[in-house]
T-cell receptor, first 113, second 115 residues
Framework: GDSVTQMEGPVTLSEEAFLTINCTYT??????LFWYVQYPGEGLQLLLK?????DKGSNKGFEATYRKETTSFHLEKGSVQVSDSAVYFC????????????FGGGTRVLVKP | DTEVTQTPKHLVMGMTNKKSLKCEQH?????MYWYKQKAKKPPELMFV???????INESVPSRFSPECPNSSLLNLHLHALQPEDSALYLC??????????????FGPGTRLLVL
């Protein structure tokens, strides 16, 4: 079946540090890939997405590139802020699998001033 | 506007109570979803409605009863819940259900505590 693997957290960083969260996937068909962010006490917000190989999604300084050859969709940000402290979920969706979102386990990121 | 609203924000209920969660979107989306999220876990899909009809029930116990009165509203009726049902309940919507690259937009959730 479909699955998403994320690096386990928590990831603790200082402000202005570089952030990478690894995400790899296995999929029964051709997936669309998503990153969602969940701030403390809130629901999920779509951060970025990519729908085909080599697409780069970007938003709020975050980027991720759909790499079909390595089945990866790593999230990066060049300079994090305290306000980026949140849980980040990588997810995929395959139409052949009923269009359900398959989430990774989530990575908690804590940015210290 | 990509807003999904949910009420109430918090809910405490006893095991014999009946309560309802409400979700609303005005984006013209035809697919709506209920998810359950336990602490430090990803959301788990419970139900999917497409064009106001139930498309997916992920083997959810009958003490959870979804309802879609119209294309903008989604309810989750709760009855005789157990303490292990305490969780964050998230509603989401998307333009459609059948297309693989549809983005799901999530509401802020209802945090439910069952005593």
């Amino acid at each position: 079946g479909d699955s998403v693997t994320q690096m386990e957290g928590p990831v603790t960083l200082s402000e202005e540090a570089f952030l990478t969260i690894n995400c790899t996937y296995t999929a029964t068909g051709y997936p669309s890939l998503f990153w969602y962010v969940q701030y403390p006490g809130e629901g999920l917000q779509l951060l970025l997405k990519a729908t085909k190989a080599d697409d780069k999604g970007s938003n709020k300084g975050f980027e991720a590139t759909y790499r079909k050859e390595t089945t990866s969709f790593h999230l990066e940000k060049g300079s994090v802020q305290v306000s980026d402290s949140a849980v980040y979920f990588c997810a995929l969706k395959v139409k052949a699998a009923g269009n359900k979102l398959t989430f990774g386990g989530g990575t908690r990121v804590l940015v210290k001033p | 506007d990509t807003e999904v609203t949910q009420t109430p924000k918090h809910l405490v209920m006893g095991m014999t109570n009946k309560k309802s969660l409400k979700c609303e979107q005005h984006m013209g989306h035809r697919a709506m979803y209920w998810y359950k999220q336990k602490a430090k876990k990803p959301p788990e899909l419970m139900f999917v409605y497409s064009y106001e009809k139930l498309s997916i029930n992920e083997s959810v116990p009958s003490r959870f009863s979804p309802e879609c009165p119209n294309s903008s509203l989604l309810n989750l009726h709760l009855h005789a819940l157990q303490p292990e049902d305490s969780a964050l309940y998230l509603c989401a919507s998307s333009q459609d259900w059948d297309r693989g690259n549809e983005t799901q937009y999530f509401g802020p959730g209802t945090r439910l505590l069952v005593l």
